[in-house]
């Protein structure tokens, strides 16, 4: 990760949030429109964050948790799911908390 710019956003960066299935597909999609960019994200990106969201704010101690990109067989993946996916990770909170706490500052 170490070739990759970090941005971090604020509130005030954040225009606009639109969540849409689009025309003839039937997954979602999340737009953030920011001040100098637009993302739109998969519905299976929006569920890693969905999942971590719920980990860490809905756990009475947990402070991190982190979820890697995984490409599964055929055989492994459900049907109907992409073959990359993302899945919990084994690093540690701590070990997350070292590594990204000290970029987000």
């Known amino acids: 990760m170490s070739n990759?710019?970090?941005r971090v956003y604020?509130?005030?960066d954040v225009l606009r949030v639109i969540g849409l299935i689009p025309q003839g597909h039937i997954h979602m999609r999340l737009i953030l429109?920011?001040?100098d960019q637009?993302?739109?994200l998969q519905e299976a990106?929006?569920?890693a964050i969905v999942r971590a969201y719920v980990n860490i704010v809905?756990?009475?101690?947990r402070r991190a948790i982190e979820y890697i990109q995984v490409k599964l067989s055929e055989r492994d993946k459900k049907?109907?799911?992409?073959e990359y996916q993302l899945i919990e990770s084994d690093k540690s909170e701590e070990e997350?908390?070292?590594e990204w706490g000290r970029i987000i500052i």
């Open 4 to 6: 990759v710019s970090v």
């Open 10 to 12: 604020r509130n005030n």
């Open 33 to 35: 429109v920011l001040r």
């Open 38 to 40: 637009v993302i739109v």
């Open 45 to 47: 990106a929006i569920s």
């Open 58 to 61: 809905g756990h009475p101690t």
């Open 79 to 82: 049907f109907g799911y992409a």
């Open 96 to 98: 997350i908390i070292a």
